[in-house]
Protein backbone atom coordinates (compact mmCIF):
# COMPACT_ATOMS: atom_id res chain seq x y z
CA UNK A 1 0.00 0.00 0.00
CA UNK A 2 1.33 3.50 -1.04
CA UNK A 3 1.99 5.83 2.21
CA UNK A 4 2.26 9.42 1.86
CA UNK A 5 3.23 10.86 5.78
CA UNK A 6 3.34 14.24 6.35
CA UNK A 7 4.54 15.90 9.60
CA UNK A 8 3.64 17.72 11.80
CA UNK A 9 -0.17 17.59 11.04
CA UNK A 10 -0.42 21.00 12.97
CA UNK A 11 1.81 23.16 13.11
CA UNK A 12 1.16 26.52 15.05
CA UNK A 13 4.04 29.10 15.13
CA UNK A 14 5.15 32.57 15.94
CA UNK A 15 5.62 35.71 13.27
CA UNK A 16 9.36 35.85 11.96
CA UNK A 17 9.75 32.06 12.73
CA UNK A 18 11.09 29.28 10.43
CA UNK A 19 10.21 26.07 10.22
CA UNK A 20 10.00 23.06 7.97
CA UNK A 21 7.23 20.76 6.59
CA UNK A 22 8.02 16.87 6.16
CA UNK A 23 6.69 14.81 3.48
CA UNK A 24 7.92 10.79 3.24
CA UNK A 25 7.02 8.38 0.97
CA UNK A 26 6.70 4.86 0.19
CA UNK A 27 7.17 4.70 -3.37
CA UNK A 28 9.53 5.05 -5.95
CA UNK A 29 9.06 8.26 -7.66
CA UNK A 30 10.06 11.46 -9.69
CA UNK A 31 7.42 13.99 -9.54
CA UNK A 32 6.33 15.89 -6.47
CA UNK A 33 3.74 18.26 -5.57
CA UNK A 34 3.07 20.61 -2.67
CA UNK A 35 -0.11 22.04 -2.72
CA UNK A 36 -2.28 24.86 -0.69
CA UNK A 37 -5.53 25.08 0.63
CA UNK A 38 -7.19 27.69 2.13
CA UNK A 39 -10.51 26.68 4.59
CA UNK A 40 -13.32 26.70 2.43
CA UNK A 41 -11.60 26.68 -0.69
CA UNK A 42 -9.45 24.49 -3.49
CA UNK A 43 -6.40 23.30 -3.47
CA UNK A 44 -3.80 25.43 -5.28
CA UNK A 45 -0.29 24.57 -6.81
CA UNK A 46 2.62 25.86 -5.24
CA UNK A 47 5.44 23.76 -6.26
CA UNK A 48 6.79 20.91 -9.22
CA UNK A 49 9.22 18.87 -7.72
CA UNK A 50 10.64 16.47 -10.46
CA UNK A 51 14.12 15.57 -10.13
CA UNK A 52 16.46 14.39 -7.21
CA UNK A 53 17.78 17.44 -5.74
CA UNK A 54 15.17 19.49 -7.33
CA UNK A 55 15.08 22.85 -5.18
CA UNK A 56 12.09 25.79 -5.60
CA UNK A 57 11.34 28.65 -4.45
CA UNK A 58 8.81 31.41 -3.85
CA UNK A 59 8.80 34.00 -1.04
CA UNK A 60 9.29 32.85 2.02
CA UNK A 61 8.65 29.11 0.54
CA UNK A 62 11.06 26.61 -0.58
CA UNK A 63 10.45 22.73 -1.68
CA UNK A 64 12.90 20.52 -1.85
CA UNK A 65 13.34 16.79 -2.87
CA UNK A 66 15.29 13.98 -1.87
CA UNK A 67 14.36 11.11 -4.10
CA UNK A 68 16.49 8.17 -2.65
CA UNK A 69 15.27 9.39 0.77
CA UNK A 70 12.39 9.34 -0.60
CA UNK A 71 11.46 12.46 1.26
CA UNK A 72 10.29 16.19 0.14
CA UNK A 73 10.71 19.16 2.62
CA UNK A 74 8.97 22.69 3.01
CA UNK A 75 10.83 25.14 4.41
CA UNK A 76 9.28 28.18 5.85
CA UNK A 77 10.98 31.45 6.19
CA UNK A 78 10.46 34.46 8.61
CA UNK A 79 6.52 33.17 8.80
CA UNK A 80 3.89 36.01 8.09
CA UNK A 81 0.40 35.60 9.00
CA UNK A 82 -0.56 35.09 5.24
CA UNK A 83 0.95 31.81 5.26
CA UNK A 84 -1.65 30.34 7.52
CA UNK A 85 -3.51 27.57 5.58
CA UNK A 86 -3.30 23.66 5.25
CA UNK A 87 -0.38 22.75 2.98
CA UNK A 88 -0.35 19.02 1.11
CA UNK A 89 2.24 17.12 -0.84
CA UNK A 90 1.35 14.60 -3.14
CA UNK A 91 3.22 11.66 -5.28
CA UNK A 92 3.19 10.12 -8.52
CA UNK A 93 4.28 6.74 -8.59
CA UNK A 94 7.37 6.37 -11.27
CA UNK A 95 5.53 3.25 -13.37
CA UNK A 96 1.94 5.11 -11.85
CA UNK A 97 -0.65 7.78 -12.93
CA UNK A 98 -2.28 8.61 -9.48
CA UNK A 99 -1.64 11.92 -7.52
CA UNK A 100 -1.50 10.26 -4.14
CA UNK A 101 -1.97 12.82 -1.21
CA UNK A 102 -0.49 13.65 2.21
CA UNK A 103 -3.17 14.01 4.88
CA UNK A 104 -2.36 17.36 4.91
CA UNK A 105 -0.42 20.38 7.10
CA UNK A 106 -2.17 22.58 8.94
CA UNK A 107 -0.45 26.14 9.60
CA UNK A 108 -1.23 28.89 11.92
CA UNK A 109 0.74 31.72 11.92
CA UNK A 110 0.48 33.76 15.45
CA UNK A 111 0.84 37.28 15.42
CA UNK B 1 -14.54 30.53 -19.02
CA UNK B 2 -11.49 28.26 -18.69
CA UNK B 3 -10.93 25.91 -16.37
CA UNK B 4 -12.25 22.99 -14.34
CA UNK B 5 -15.61 23.55 -13.32
CA UNK B 6 -17.51 21.88 -10.66
CA UNK B 7 -21.48 21.57 -9.81
CA UNK B 8 -23.69 21.90 -7.62
CA UNK B 9 -21.74 23.87 -5.57
CA UNK B 10 -23.20 22.31 -2.35
CA UNK B 11 -25.99 19.67 -2.04
CA UNK B 12 -28.00 18.17 0.80
CA UNK B 13 -29.46 14.96 0.08
CA UNK B 14 -31.27 11.71 1.85
CA UNK B 15 -30.23 8.26 2.75
CA UNK B 16 -30.62 5.86 -0.43
CA UNK B 17 -30.84 8.44 -2.66
CA UNK B 18 -29.08 8.74 -6.15
CA UNK B 19 -26.55 11.90 -6.97
CA UNK B 20 -24.46 12.81 -9.29
CA UNK B 21 -21.86 15.40 -9.07
CA UNK B 22 -20.71 17.12 -12.33
CA UNK B 23 -17.33 18.01 -13.36
CA UNK B 24 -16.23 19.75 -16.57
CA UNK B 25 -12.77 20.68 -17.57
CA UNK B 26 -11.93 23.01 -21.04
CA UNK B 27 -8.15 22.42 -21.45
CA UNK B 28 -8.69 18.87 -23.08
CA UNK B 29 -6.46 17.39 -20.59
CA UNK B 30 -6.69 13.76 -21.00
CA UNK B 31 -6.46 12.83 -16.96
CA UNK B 32 -9.23 13.27 -14.69
CA UNK B 33 -9.47 12.28 -10.72
CA UNK B 34 -12.47 12.22 -8.43
CA UNK B 35 -11.53 12.72 -4.77
CA UNK B 36 -12.95 13.39 -1.57
CA UNK B 37 -11.36 14.84 1.52
CA UNK B 38 -12.35 14.10 5.09
CA UNK B 39 -10.59 15.49 8.33
CA UNK B 40 -7.90 13.23 9.28
CA UNK B 41 -7.58 11.63 5.56
CA UNK B 42 -6.11 13.60 3.34
CA UNK B 43 -7.74 13.52 -0.15
CA UNK B 44 -8.69 9.92 -1.16
CA UNK B 45 -8.80 9.09 -4.86
CA UNK B 46 -12.18 7.83 -5.38
CA UNK B 47 -12.03 7.19 -9.64
CA UNK B 48 -9.62 8.33 -12.30
CA UNK B 49 -10.06 8.56 -16.10
CA UNK B 50 -6.85 8.32 -18.21
CA UNK B 51 -9.09 9.34 -21.82
CA UNK B 52 -12.74 8.99 -22.47
CA UNK B 53 -14.05 5.49 -21.87
CA UNK B 54 -11.18 4.57 -20.05
CA UNK B 55 -11.75 5.05 -16.02
CA UNK B 56 -10.07 3.37 -13.22
CA UNK B 57 -10.82 2.03 -9.60
CA UNK B 58 -8.86 4.55 -6.85
CA UNK B 59 -8.48 4.49 -3.06
CA UNK B 60 -12.27 4.43 -2.16
CA UNK B 61 -13.90 3.52 -5.10
CA UNK B 62 -16.85 1.27 -3.57
CA UNK B 63 -20.74 2.97 -3.98
CA UNK B 64 -19.44 5.12 -6.82
CA UNK B 65 -19.89 4.63 -10.69
CA UNK B 66 -17.85 7.33 -13.03
CA UNK B 67 -17.96 8.11 -16.68
CA UNK B 68 -16.54 9.62 -19.17
CA UNK B 69 -18.15 10.15 -22.52
CA UNK B 70 -16.32 13.07 -23.82
CA UNK B 71 -12.73 14.06 -22.72
CA UNK B 72 -14.20 17.28 -20.77
CA UNK B 73 -16.91 15.90 -18.64
CA UNK B 74 -16.30 13.09 -15.95
CA UNK B 75 -19.43 12.52 -13.66
CA UNK B 76 -19.44 11.07 -10.25
CA UNK B 77 -23.22 9.00 -9.18
CA UNK B 78 -23.28 7.81 -5.85
CA UNK B 79 -25.93 5.29 -6.12
CA UNK B 80 -27.43 4.97 -3.02
CA UNK B 81 -26.17 7.72 -0.62
CA UNK B 82 -24.81 6.70 3.00
CA UNK B 83 -23.98 9.13 5.67
CA UNK B 84 -20.44 7.92 5.16
CA UNK B 85 -20.52 9.69 2.20
CA UNK B 86 -20.51 12.82 3.54
CA UNK B 87 -17.73 14.81 2.18
CA UNK B 88 -16.16 17.59 0.39
CA UNK B 89 -15.37 16.49 -3.26
CA UNK B 90 -12.88 17.65 -5.57
CA UNK B 91 -12.50 16.98 -9.43
CA UNK B 92 -9.34 16.92 -10.80
CA UNK B 93 -7.25 17.25 -13.97
CA UNK B 94 -4.04 17.08 -15.72
CA UNK B 95 -2.50 16.51 -18.98
CA UNK B 96 0.22 13.94 -17.34
CA UNK B 97 0.99 12.16 -20.21
CA UNK B 98 4.52 11.83 -21.67
CA UNK B 99 7.26 12.00 -19.15
CA UNK B 100 8.14 13.65 -17.96
CA UNK B 101 5.85 15.82 -16.78
CA UNK B 102 6.20 19.02 -14.98
CA UNK B 103 2.11 19.70 -14.95
CA UNK B 104 0.57 19.47 -11.81
CA UNK B 105 -3.67 18.29 -11.02
CA UNK B 106 -5.63 21.37 -11.41
CA UNK B 107 -8.82 21.18 -9.14
CA UNK B 108 -12.39 22.17 -9.19
CA UNK B 109 -13.48 24.33 -6.29
CA UNK B 110 -15.15 21.08 -4.54
CA UNK B 111 -18.92 19.99 -4.28
CA UNK B 112 -19.76 19.65 -0.37
CA UNK B 113 -22.51 16.88 -0.16
CA UNK B 114 -23.99 16.06 3.21
CA UNK B 115 -26.06 13.24 3.49
CA UNK B 116 -29.20 13.35 5.86
Known amino acids: ELKVEQNPLFLSMQEGKNYTIYCNYS?????LYWYRQDPGKSLESLFV?????AVKQEGRLMASLDTKARLSTLHITAAVHDLSATYFC???????????FGTGTSLTVIP | DAGITQSPRYKITETGRQVTLMCHQT?????MFWYRQDLGHGLRLIYY???????DKGEVPDGYVVSRSKTENFPLTLESATRSQTSVYFC???????????????FGQGTRLTVV
Open chain 2, 49 to 55: SAAADIT
Open chain 1, 90 to 100: AVVPLFGNQFY
Open chain 2, 92 to 106: ASSPLTVRPSNTEAF
Open chain 2, 27 to 31: WSHSY
Open chain 1, 49 to 53: LLSNG
Open chain 1, 27 to 31: TTSDR
